[in-house]
């Protein structure tokens, strides 16, 4: 459970510790400095002592092990005050968000689709353009789907079997459907759980699949590229209603480092705030 301390905005003269009181640590990641700004502008005030920290240890983690560079595109759906400040990019460009509202959102869970018209928009996904055989899609998921029907979480949209490579992360109620610059479905058997969801594709003939802390090998031979934007919660007509702590989107990476420090994250949130 965080302190009094911590539960002080980041900003505030005694966020380091009052006098004589002994201290704590402050962010001080440059990266970090510049995203919790921004977050404080959109949510009208800074976040905790506890969440900014969270948010200055997990990006140093992913700086120290050479992921930050890999994402190109990323939001912290959790820890932020508000929707708003949910929506501020990690990395990237900020999504375009359809039809949410401030009650989706929760500090600790993070963002929750209704399953029928809410959903996120990017546009710019790879800001230095897509690369064939090298590609991640990232999803930390607090809570599944409570529909057994077909649903798409996220996908780099090219429309429907264009003849290109496409990227997504799509889920029954008892399997998982994924391609990483693939053409059709290459299916998984599970009851699908929470914590990350990935896919990461570092070479032409296979890639990584990781849910529920383990990683398996697909080899499924990469076709091609899609076009440089995503949805999230949507394909086509479809609707999630999964809840999202996070996601990122980018070139490709190490899932087993990724999947550590984002649940180090999430857990931490839950405890500051």
Not at 112 to 121: I, K, M, V, W
Request: aromatic residues 8%; charged residues 15%; glycine residues 10%.
């Amino acid at each position: 459970m965080a302190t009094l301390a911590q539960k002080l905005p980041y900003t505030h003269p005694f966020a380091g510790g009052y006098p004589y009181r002994g201290s704590q640590r402050l962010p001080s990641d440059p990266d970090a400095l510049t995203y919790l700004a921004a977050v404080a502008a959109a949510d009208g005030a800074p976040v905790e002592v506890g969440v900014a920290v969270a948010v200055d240890d997990f990006i140093t983690a992913l700086k120290a092990d050479g992921l930050w560079s890999s994402i190109g595109s990323s939001c912290l759906l959790c820890g932020p005050r508000t929707l708003a400040g949910a929506l501020v990019p990690l990395r990237g460009d900020a999504p375009t968000a359809y039809s949410f509202a401030d009650g989706d959102h929760s500090r600790t869970a993070g963002l929750t689709g209704d399953g029928a018209s809410t959903y996120l928009y990017l546009s710019g996904v790879h800001p230095e353009g897509p690369v064939q055989n090298s590609a991640h899609q990232a999803l930390y998921i607090t809570s599944q789907t409570a529909s057994a029907s077909y649903k798409t979480h996220i996908r780099e949209y090219d429309g429907p079997e264009a003849g290109d490579g496409s990227t997504q992360i799509s889920q029954s109620a008892t399997n998982a459907y994924i391609r990483c610059r693939s053409l059709g479905d290459a299916t998984v058997s599970e009851s699908p759980p929470t914590g990350l969801t990935a896919i990461n594709r570092s070479n032409s003939s296979a890639f990584e699949f990781r849910r529920g802390g383990t990683s398996s090998t697909l080899n499924v031979a990469s076709t091609g590229i899609t076009d440089n934007n995503a949805f999230i919660y949507r394909f086509s007509s479809v609707y999630s209603d999964i809840t999202l702590a996070f996601y990122s989107i980018g070139t490709s990476l190490d899932l087993a480092k990724l999947d550590s420090h984002i649940s180090s994250y999430v857990t931490a949130i839950g405890a500051a705030i």
